[in-house]
């Protein structure tokens, strides 16, 4: 398991993971006797009293049975309409007469019995093409049983413990879906299914019990739980967690977690130097600047020759296309300041992101969230871009979330929340200081344990850890100490800790204090 396996599509490639999750919405019912709020919140995604509902009976043996009444389970909802689609002929599951009610549909609901059968009519066909123009167009998709199953496109078909797979409709990609879980005990099938496909993340959904997804929200319906297993990597054990009732996941988190562990070992064993072969990096723990950081940015972008870049993107996407220049930078004089709030692949990848990186001298990553970053640039061009601007001798400054997203290794990268310090599935920074990882607020907010736990966890990093209003200026393997209080560097080699403040500098090489007055700083910095 030291790359991506050969065996897995495309989707399973980082670079065209769409961060916002999945379109339309799913309820993925685990079958037995389901809680009424699975009900009630199908109904609501469906559209209440003007809901046109399709129900797609193929699962069951009694399907052909026309004298069954395969709607009952809605009659009493009030629904606009309610249409039965079943047919065992893939021929006709083909047919654009037979698949129109789709068109006009809103809601779905797939019912339980076997997924082979609901695999072998309609996987491939108009029907199954429909339903994801269904999803598309912001409808929903409920399933219980085969009919949740059948939702990953890796479809554990049979099997008591040994998982025999098939294909399945793949309304969540990256995942295999297992119901009636504790109440058949599948953990074992489960975590086979996902060992022997890596890059997928398995979904246990016990009876009663429902998963809601919308987006990247997912959220536990019902009476018992839902279970998350991860495949093993090179450095993790496999991991299983029971979700209750209630409690909200994030979907990207998920594909981002199962997507690295198929992939090469993160942190590598032996990791590269903290070095800045050219150009500056600031970085900044969150809580203001000082006037020695705005000058330092200022005059390593070249001066009032100076083509700024501001980078938004660690707030949410409203703000961050409403904010302005900062504040601080709004009275410099230099030849260009342009705020890019871009963050969707293709605005990323579009001329306007380019052209103002191309020409930028000096770049500011914004506090916020350091995820954001994450979603908004990882394997886009914005990355090379960015390097860019260090080859031609720029500087790349950033505080709060703009600090540790320029570590190799981020740490609080949970999307819902910073308690989470390594968050897995988010773990890669930018890299722009590599061998290292980044913490701020470190002081304020009582993280030095937390940074300890970190590179007791990876002792291949340098821990450092930046208290509010301070900052490193990084050239070369000199990180020099500007502001208010103190920078802590955590070295697990030997088991140190420095607490280093303005007028001192780090060698982030050698690992040691070896400037201890501003004079002779100074002099270290100007020094080639």
């Not at 879906?177 to 489960?190: G, M």
Request: net charge neutral.
């Amino acid at each position: 398991m030291t790359g991506q396996n050969p065996r897995l599509p495309s989707p399973a490639v980082p670079g065209v993971l769409d961060s916002r999750g999945i379109q339309g919405s799913l309820i993925i019912s685990g079958g037995g006797k389901p809680a009424p709020i699975i009900k009630e919140r199908f109904i609501a995604l469906a559209g209440n009293t003007e809901a046109n509902l399709v129900v797609i009976p193929t699962a069951s043996l009694t399907a052909d049975d026309a004298a069954k009444d395969h709607a009952a389970a809605w009659q009493d909802a009030n629904l606009a309409t309610i249409t039965i689609l079943h047919t065992r002929e893939r021929r006709k599951a083909n047919d654009p007469a037979f698949v129109a009610p789709l068109k006009s549909a809103s809601a779905v609901w797939i019912s339980g019995g076997s997924q082979t059968r609901l695999s072998d009519t309609y996987v491939g066909t108009l029907v199954e093409t429909e339903l994801h123009a269904l999803l598309a167009r912001g409808g929903v998709i409920g399933g219980t049983s085969a009919g949740a199953a059948i939702m990953s496109r890796d479809m554990i078909a049979s099997g008591r413990n040994t998982p025999q797979m098939g294909k399945g409709l793949g309304f969540l990609p990256y995942s295999i879906i297992d119901q009636h879980f504790l109440r058949r005990n599948r953990q074992t099938r489960s975590l086979k299914a996902v060992k022997a496909h890596p890059g997928r993340f398995g979904l246990g959904i016990d009876e009663g019990t429902a998963l809601e997804v919308s987006g990247r929200r997912m959220r536990v319906l019902g009476n018992s739980t839902v279970t998350v297993t991860l495949g093993p990597s090179l450095n993790r054990e496999a991991m299983t967690t029971a979700v209750p009732a209630d409690a909200v996941m994030d979907l990207t988190s998920l594909r981002r977690a199962a997507i690295a562990r198929a992939g090469p070992q993160f942190p590598a064993p032996a990791m590269s130097p903290p070095r800045v072969a050219k150009g500056a990096l600031l970085i900044i723990g969150g809580g203001g600047v000082t006037q020695n950081m705005i000058d330092s940015f200022i005059e390593s972008a070249g001066g009032n020759q100076a083509h700024l870049v501001v980078l938004p993107t660690a707030i949410d996407d409203t703000a961050a296309r409403q904010s302005g220049i900062p504040s601080f930078l709004e009275e410099q004089e230099v030849k260009s300041i342009t705020v890019l709030p871009q963050r969707w692949r293709d605005e990323v990848n579009g001329p306007v992101f380019k052209e103002a990186l191309e020409r930028a001298t000096g770049i500011w990553f914004g506090g916020g969230r350091q995820w954001r970053f994450v979603d908004a640039y990882e394997n886009t061009e914005a990355v090379e871009l960015f390097n860019a601007v260090l080859a031609r001798g720029g500087i790349i400054a950033g505080s709060s979330a703009g600090a540790s997203i320029q570590a190799e290794y981020m740490v609080r990268g949970d999307p819902l929340g910073n308690q989470v310090v390594m968050a897995e599935g988010y773990e890669h920074g930018l890299g722009f200081l590599k061998g290292v990882a980044i913490d701020q607020h470190l002081t304020q907010r009582g993280r030095l344990k937390d940074l300890r736990g970190v590179v007791k966890c990876f002792p291949q990093l340098l821990g450092i850890g930046l208290d509010e209003t301070t900052g490193i200026l990084v050239r070369k393997s000199k990180a020099q100490v500007l502001g208010e209080n103190a920078v802590f560097f955590l070295d697990p080699a030997t088991n140190s800790e420095s607490r280093v403040i303005e007028g001192q500098i780090y060698d982030l090489e050698k690992r040691e204090v070896i400037q201890t007055d501003k004079e002779d700083a100074a002099t270290e910095e100007d020094s080639p």
